[in-house]
């Protein structure tokens, strides 16, 4: 994209939208160390080949769902503003400073596509277990609103559970806010 300089009269600075996402951003390190090109072979099932008009791409459309859950977004309405106004969302998900961010509509179909939610669990499971290996995530220190306390936990005596609730609790908390619009709205269920 280009931006003119106001000291200096037709003269044009080129702007690239990786320079305009933080060093030390998170989405940094998720970009470096993991692969979603896996969601594809997940997906597959689920869409024609041949048949109907090019759909929005699952990578992308499972990164904002990511993006999401990662930051808080309980909303897809809210979720699709937060992309189009914050450049290291668009960064992350391969988006230009002027290219369209998909639709709200378009991820309420997208998650209705993929039904009951056990997708979303394999590719959550799958980034999760991505970020632990390498070492994106650990149980060392635990944050809460900003505050760091050493975890009560002894590395030799560990017990690995599956965790699924999260989940598909974030996305009962974005049809709940699919729901609640259709209804302020006047829109059948």
């Not at 997940?42 to 859950?69: Q, T, W």
């Not at 290291?88 to 009951?116: C, E, I, M």
Request: with cysteine; glycine share 4%; charged share 25%.
């Amino acid at each position: 994209m280009l931006r003119s300089n106001p000291n200096v009269q037709n003269q044009y600075e080129l702007v690239c939208i990786e320079d305009l996402v933080l060093p030390n951003h998170p989405l940094r390190k998720i970009q470096k160390h993991i692969d979603f090109s896996f969601i594809l072979d997940l997906v597959h099932p689920y869409y024609c080949e041949d048949n109907g008009r090019p759909s929005a791409d699952p990578i992308m459309l499972f990164k904002m769902l990511f993006i999401g859950y990662l930051f808080g977004i309980r909303s897809e309405r809210q979720l699709e503003l937060e992309v189009h106004s914050n450049n290291a969302y668009r960064w992350f998900l391969g988006l230009g400073l002027t290219d369209s961010v998909p639709d709200h509509s378009t991820l309420s179909y997208f998650r209705q596509r993929l039904g009951d939610g056990d997708v979303f669990q394999e590719v959550f499971d799958q980034v999760v277990l991505l970020a632990i290996k390498h070492r994106l995530v650990a149980g060392r220190v635990l944050i809460t609103d900003s505050t760091h306390l050493k975890a009560n936990a002894n590395k030799q005596k560990f017990v690995k559970e599956e965790v699924t609730k999260s989940t598909k609790t974030y996305i009962n908390e974005l049809d709940e806010a699919v729901r609640a619009d259709r209804e302020a709205n006047g829109k059948k269920p």
